[in-house]
């Protein structure tokens, strides 16, 4: 592929991408972006920062603990033990995050579509009843072809109004209507056009660890997909958003340090300086999704001053990032992943840990929220599938608004108005300031953290871990990065539901395996299927027969399940990716590299040496291969 050298300082934008989107890639948004590039060396260092310090507790056998309250937060001025006493300038909760009961979460995109249907994800998303919406950039965006900018050009058209997207929207709601009758008896929207002003507008950028796959910065390294997302978003939309008097907010994903926390707060400034807005203007949430981040959970709050307004707990990026820390721990192994709750062990206390946080108050009174953790259930199925999931769906988020939460997430809009009555029916906007224990930093926290607990680990669970892995693997590769899937076991039962997938719960499957094989986990169920009784070892025979086993159900699937051109393009590349990851002795931190650097890339052979060249570098030292590889400069 060739590139298109930007007029602007010295930016390169791939191929003619900077014509085809130049209502995304503005004069304003690309000097932006340009501004902005300056911290990317920075946010580099920043990261081999964080591999370092993974590679020594590895080297050292050490598990994370609590920074030493004497210190200051690195990167800013603030002591960890004022942060912890919430000693430090919070923000106030806008207007229109003050009542957060449901929260939506998908892409604003469709793989390989026009805008016409492309741009009906945005309009699902504001006419469902959710009181917000974050519009992902990152674990539910697929990032073929040049979609990542498809998600920014639909969310400029929706916040404008356009008339591609009123059309779109005028449509969609009346499909709406016509599921609600049949499920509820009755329609959810009466108004279509007034329902557009509902719910929040919230954008999630993508973290520090990724790369933009189309431009590079003046040294010819891949710019930030987190400087490019945040710079695109805000300089498009903060006009129009603050004529309507709508708040600028953004979801952090991945954070793992205060550090990266006052580096995001840093940028975050630097952007508001830059667009002459008032410092604090823009809002953030943080996706508190990784192990370490827990330790530093009042320090990452504090870091981030007066952008925070709040955590959302996510289970599968928390339990991958458990798993991954503790990859050196011979002793902890998970169990199946359908056992691993909210209120199992080591997640149980890291939810405390966030509700007793958000509810310490800062320096001038502020709370922070809390929201809830994902409810990935879609209610298509049989009615007796339906009716049980639904259940289950309901009485988790009864359970997370008594613990404190001010709201949950749902993966599709059909999820809205059957779990948001939960907070509905208590009347109250949200849960700030609940009386819970102030936080502690002991030893028994520590250990509490990482806490296991007896539970199931099969063959069954093994055989599910992986088909979801391999299927979530090649959803991916077709540019589908979130998708309803199920075990293959399952795929004619419609009792058993599609849960919408994403890349975290790809990467927790991958990192389970991964613990079963390299740690000799022992299985506590015998299998009816095979000779593997209760406390034989989980092996790469084994494993090696699951993945025959489960690959052929994938090639034999209808292609409601498995696309049938993908058999031979993108599901064989996957195979190979997983092997490769699950069967090496270093456990590779992210599914989503060896995923990413063979996007749009349908030959296998390609795809083995690309695999190869990542697993090697990063042996030799811990280096990450992120950067597009079919991004010629």
Known sequence: MSATQNHTNGITIRDNLA?????????????????????????????????????NRFDKKEQINFLDPTENIPGTQILVKNARDGKFDGSTIPHDLKRQWIQG?????????????????????????????????????????????????????????????????????????????????????????????????????????????????????????????????????????????????????????????????????????????????????????????????????????????????????????????????????????????????????????????????????????????????????????????????????????????????????????????????????????????????TQKDAEGLMLLEPAERSIRGARNLLSVALQYGNAFGQGLQAAALKPADFFSNDDILYLMEDMATGEIRMSILWEWLHKKAKLNRDDPGTSIKTGDTFTLKVFNQLMDEEYQKLLDANSRDVYEESKTTTLPIVREIVSRYILDEVKIPWYIDLLNINLNNPNFETAKERIEKYINAYKKDGTRITENLDFES
């Open 105 to 441: 979460t998908g892409p604003a995109a469709k793989p390989n579509s026009p805008v016409e249907k492309s741009i009906r994800n945005v309009a699902y998303a504001l006419l469902s009843g959710a009181d917000g919406w974050m519009f992902d950039g990152e674990d539910a965006l697929g990032q073929v072809t040049a979609m990542s900018l498809d998600n920014q050009r639909n969310l400029k058209l929706a916040i404008d109004k356009a008339p591609v997207f009123l059309e779109a929207a005028k449509n969609v709601s009346l499909e709406m209507n016509r599921w609600a009758k049949s499920f509820f008896g009755h329609e959810i929207i009466k108004d279509w056009k007034e329902q557009l002003n509902f719910t929040t507008k919230i954008f999630r950028a993508r973290g520090l660890h990724l790369d933009d796959r189309h431009i590079r910065d003046k040294n010819h390294l891949a710019l930030s997909a987190s400087i490019v997302d945040m710079a695109l978003y805000v300089t498009n939309n903060y006009k129009k958003l603050q004529s309507e008097n709508a708040s600028i907010v953004l979801y952090l994903p991945k954070i793992q340090t205060a550090e990266e926390a006052a580096f995001w707060n840093k940028m975050i400034s630097a952007l508001e300086g830059h667009l002459q807005l008032k410092m604090g203007t823009i809002k953030v949430y943080v996706l508190l999704e990784q192990l370490e981040a827990t330790f530093q959970i009042m320090e990452i709050r504090a870091a981030l001053g007066t952008h925070f307004v709040g955590f959302n707990t996510g289970r599968w990026d928390y339990i991958n990032s458990v798993s991954d820390a503790l990859a050196w721990d011979k002793d902890f192994i998970n169990p199946n992943i359908e056992e691993i709750g909210m209120t199992y062990g080591y997640m149980r206390n890291y939810e405390n840990r966030v509700r007793c946080c958000v509810n310490t108050p800062d320096i001038n009174g502020n709370f922070a929220l809390w929201q809830g953790g994902m409810e990935p259930n879609i209610p298509v199925g049989s009615e007796k599938g339906v009716a049980n999931s639904m259940e289950k769906a309901v009485a988790g988020a009864i359970r997370e608004q008594q613990e404190g939460a001010s709201g949950k997430w749902v993966a599709h809009w059909k999820m809205v108005h059957i779990v948001r009555p939960v907070w509905e029916k208590t009347g109250k906007a949200n849960q700030l300031g609940r009386n819970f224990p102030p936080l502690s930093y």
């Open 19 to 55: 014509g085809l989107y130049s209502d995304v890639y503005t004069k304003e948004a690309l000097d932006a972006i340009n501004f902005l590039a300056q911290f990317n060396n920075e946010r580099l260092a920043l990261m081999q920062r964080r591999s370092q310090r993974r590679l």
